[in-house]
């Protein structure tokens, strides 16, 4: 729905009714929306070992969970470790795993979890052979089976620039126990990289600050890549022989992942009935010179996941916006955007204008904003897009002089000392998710309630 003021209210109130409801009085018009999730044990103190900063002295990863399975990784000084994990059960953490002697590739312990419980809480550490080393503690919770409905609560940033570092955004959205967090591209910044060791000494230097060494142990992580993670807006035949097949390789090292249709970076992610998530990959298929944002076949690929997806929310992670920006921005940059591709975003949202549900999440303009994907009178004027972070990099400070028609944007976010999350809150029986702009301080600067 669009966010007029008759839906915004009626979002707000079935919110409120929900929060202060007295639990005695049966009113059957009041909404009950779908069940929070429970509360989980607290830390875990029995981990083997002994924390060491210098053998793991970069963050551990949990990638892309499913309802049973999990991708965890660890980049270490180790040429083997253990792997440790434990599964909450009541007020308590009990063995569930142990998996010795995983060989280290590159510097990075990796092994994918299989055989989990859907929506349960666990924790892992990993360890040196002997068990006398440990990294710090890693949480996670798994998807929700496919029959499965409750509230679930995400985060999202992107931009991991230097400006920011040592990123407290990721820090706070640790802190909040999410089902998940959207890392929408460039968490690195590996302008002028060549070689492997380039890129491993670039994402050495991003694994080993303190937000995302938070962040990796906090919850597990969902990433698409933009350019920075190869080079300033790179075009491919511009690239040395083999450069971007190394920076994928140490990208997906680094950021464990599932492989998407034909091994591509593209994919999908489904938390029961209540979300499916759908990964872009906005830079790896525009081809020479750029003609296309992605490949026809991705394109297609989306299209139907989304008009096909039994989730009651559709999120697309796109790097790139689809928004119409140019009431704001003109033509500026216009071709590192979706509308820099007319034909192509036509056919998108002329192919996802009836889906119901639908939320787009993105990041890349180094400022923070929700904003409808069209203006009025646009076939997508009634899809809501959020553009989270950034959470390091230098913010863009332009739309803040921005003095024209801004109902397209009701959010912009653009303070120069201001590095922001994105917080989501997903409730599937009302049909409303809750955006909300967090500082570094975890402060709420802006909140959105959306009816979709």
Request: hydrophobic fraction near 40%; glycine fraction near 10%.
């Amino acid at each position: 729905m669009k966010l007029n003021r008759r839906n915004f209210v009626l979002a707000s109130g079935a919110t409120a009714l929900m929060a202060c409801r007295d639990p005695e009085v049966q009113d059957s018009a009041l909404p009950s929306g779908s069940p929070e999730r429970g509360p989980e044990p607290g830390p875990w103190t029995q981990a083997p070992g002994q924390a060491d900063p210098s053998t793991f002295a970069w963050s551990l990863q949990v990638g892309d969970v499913g309802p049973d399975n999990a991708i965890c990784s660890c980049r270490c000084t180790l040429e083997s470790g253990t792997l440790h994990l434990v599964r909450a059960e009541g007020d308590d953490w009990v063995e569930d795993q142990e998996v010795p002697d995983v060989q280290a590739v590159n510097g990075v312990l990796r092994h994918t979890l299989e055989g989990l419980e859907p929506d349960t809480a666990y924790r892992l550490v990993w360890t040196s052979s002997d068990g006398s080393l440990r990294s710090p503690i890693g949480r996670f919770r798994t998807a929700l089976d496919a029959d499965q409905d409750r509230v679930i609560v995400f985060g999202a940033t992107s931009c991991l620039g230097y400006t920011g570092a040592p990123w407290p955004t990721l820090s706070h959205a640790a802190e909040s126990e999410l089902d998940f967090f959207l890392l929408g591209g460039d968490a690195v910044y590996a302008d002028g990289s060549v070689t492997r060791a380039d890129y491993e000494a670039v994402w050495d230097e991003a694994m080993s600050r303190q937000g995302l060494v938070d962040l990796g142990a906090g919850t597990s992580l969902v990433v698409a890549w933009d350019d920075h993670e190869v080079d300033n807006d790179w075009y491919e035949e511009d690239l040395a022989e083999g450069q971007l097949q190394t920076a994928i390789e140490v990208f997906r090292e680094r950021m464990p992942q599932q492989e998407g249709p034909g091994g591509s970076l593209y994919r999908s992610l489904k938390w029961g009935r209540t979300l499916e998530v759908f990964v872009l990959d906005c830079r790896g298929e525009r081809g020479p010179g750029w003609p296309q944002m992605m490949s026809p076949e991705q394109l297609q690929w989306l299209i139907e996941g989304v008009q096909d997806s039994s989730a009651r929310f559709k999120v697309v992670l796109t790097s790139i916006q689809v928004t119409d920006w140019s009431t704001m921005l003109k033509d500026a940059l216009d071709t590192s955007r979706w509308s820099g591709h007319p034909e192509q975003r036509q056919a998108l949202l002329e192919g996802v204008a009836e889906v119901e549900g639908l939320l787009w999440v993105t990041g890349d303009m180094h400022f923070g904003a929700l904003s409808y994907v069209d203006p009025e009178g646009g076939i997508a004027a009634h899809q809501v897009e959020v553009m989270a972070g950034p959470s390091g990099s230098r913010v863009n400070p332009i739309p803040g002089f921005f003095t024209g028609d801004s109902s397209q944007y009701p959010h912009v976010i653009a303070d120069v000392d201001l590095w922001t999350w994105c917080r989501f809150v997903c409730d599937a029986e009302l049909g409303t998710i809750l955006v909300e702009f967090r500082d570094n301080n975890n402060a709420i600067v802006a909140s959105e309630i959306l009816a979709l």
